[in-house]
């Protein structure tokens, strides 16, 4: 059973990661790496459970948070059953914390996993002593909401931890699982990035408006919205990184980041974190 969880990160991914946790109530503690970063994320996830209790989704949010500690020492790991890592997408600083988990965590059984969008699973998983124990768990944006989890085994990952895991995500979580190869991308990104590159390659060619591209999709294909109005909510500096990624592992022009997207990003247009991208908001 899995029921005392790390999470090292407390940013965008790993506030939620830990939320659905301490939702489905589990013992969470969460890392960061400064006193300042552990505030921030204190204020994320108080934040985002008051939403919930508005919305009537959980009952009371000190219940919640009750679970939930947030510290900004690794060595607070040690006890853990999973530990879910959801740090800056550097594959250095994921190998570090990697090798620095496999000596904290003292539980042989524990499973530590990586929320990595494009880092190998198989990179992460050979700097422990416990290969067999690592796998990638990607959770999706914004994690209380979406339902899905991509679970990503090395080549080197025993299926007993991808069963382990799925179990957790589904009977525990309440998520979906879907398995994927440890491939840049994973199942959706691989699909999800090329069509917004293409969207965006439309519009770059004169070929439609960025307003007739998105109603297309919108109307004429049932999308919830547009690629391009997508594009602007993911921020366009990670549509650009995750096409990079595809690109270096498979060298396929389809993942090329088009002319237009580079531009974008050097101007720091990045979307709605910017207030501009391809619209622009407020
Ligand atoms: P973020 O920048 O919001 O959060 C990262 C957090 O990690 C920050 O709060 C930072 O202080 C903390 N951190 C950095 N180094 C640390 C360390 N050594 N120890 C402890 N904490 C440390 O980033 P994010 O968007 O939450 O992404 C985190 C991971 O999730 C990345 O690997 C990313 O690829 C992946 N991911 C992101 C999304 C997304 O939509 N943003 C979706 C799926 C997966």
Redesign the pocket.
Same mark, same amino acid.
């Given at each position: 059973m899995i029921e005392k969880v790390g999470v090292?990160?407390?940013? @965008?991914?790993?506030?939620?990661i830990a939320e659905v946790n301490a939702r489905a109530g589990k013992d969470v503690i969460v890392?960061? $790496?400064?006193t300042d970063?552990v505030e921030?994320?204190r204020q994320r996830l108080e934040g985002s459970l008051k939403r919930a209790e508005s919305r009537g989704k959980i009952k009371s949010v000190d219940a919640v948070l009750a679970r939930i500690r947030v510290v900004?020492d690794?060595t607070a790991l040690a006890d853990r059953d999973l530990v879910v890592?959801?740090?800056?997408?550097e594959e250095r600083?994921?190998t570090? @914390?990697f090798r620095r988990l496999d000596e904290i965590v003292n539980s042989p059984d524990a499973i530590l996993a990586?929320?990595?969008? $494009?880092?190998p699973i198989m990179k992460l998983a050979v700097v422990t002593q416990r290969p067999t124990h690592v796998l990638g768990v990607?959770?999706?944006?914004p994690v209380p909401v979406l339902k899905l989890v991509e679970l990503v085994p090395s080549l080197m990952t025993d299926p007993a931890t991808t069963e382990r895991a799925r179990a957790f995500v589904q009977d525990d979580l309440g998520k979906t699982a879907i398995d994927c190869q440890d491939r840049a991308g994973f199942v959706v990104n691989a699909l999800l990035i090329p069509f917004i590159l293409s969207a965006i390659r439309m519009l770059e060619s004169g070929f439609a408006t960025a307003e007739d591209i998105d109603h297309g999709l919108v109307l004429g294909a049932a999308h919830p919205q547009g690629p391009l109005a997508l594009a602007d909510l993911?921020?366009l500096d990670?549509v650009k990184a995750i096409a990079d990624s595809l690109y270096d592992e498979f060298k396929e022009p389809l993942y090329t980041a088009p002319p237009l997207l580079n531009r974008m990003v050097d101007a720091g247009l990045l979307g709605r974190k910017t207030g501009r991208g391809f619209y622009t908001s407020n």
């Amino acid at each position: 059973m899995i029921e005392k969880v790390g999470v090292v990160g407390g940013g @965008l991914m790993g506030s939620g990661i830990a939320e659905v946790n301490a939702r489905a109530g589990k013992d969470v503690i969460v890392v960061e $790496s400064s006193t300042d970063a552990v505030e921030a994320a204190r204020q994320r996830l108080e934040g985002s459970l008051k939403r919930a209790e508005s919305r009537g989704k959980i009952k009371s949010v000190d219940a919640v948070l009750a679970r939930i500690r947030v510290v900004n020492d690794l060595t607070a790991l040690a006890d853990r059953d999973l530990v879910v890592e959801a740090i800056v997408e550097e594959e250095r600083a994921k190998t570090e @914390l990697f090798r620095r988990l496999d000596e904290i965590v003292n539980s042989p059984d524990a499973i530590l996993a990586s929320n990595t969008s $494009s880092i190998p699973i198989m990179k992460l998983a050979v700097v422990t002593q416990r290969p067999t124990h690592v796998l990638g768990v990607h959770f999706f944006n914004p994690v209380p909401v979406l339902k899905l989890v991509e679970l990503v085994p090395s080549l080197m990952t025993d299926p007993a931890t991808t069963e382990r895991a799925r179990a957790f995500v589904q009977d525990d979580l309440g998520k979906t699982a879907i398995d994927c190869q440890d491939r840049a991308g994973f199942v959706v990104n691989a699909l999800l990035i090329p069509f917004i590159l293409s969207a965006i390659r439309m519009l770059e060619s004169g070929f439609a408006t960025a307003e007739d591209i998105d109603h297309g999709l919108v109307l004429g294909a049932a999308h919830p919205q547009g690629p391009l109005a997508l594009a602007d909510l993911i921020g366009l500096d990670t549509v650009k990184a995750i096409a990079d990624s595809l690109y270096d592992e498979f060298k396929e022009p389809l993942y090329t980041a088009p002319p237009l997207l580079n531009r974008m990003v050097d101007a720091g247009l990045l979307g709605r974190k910017t207030g501009r991208g391809f619209y622009t908001s407020n």
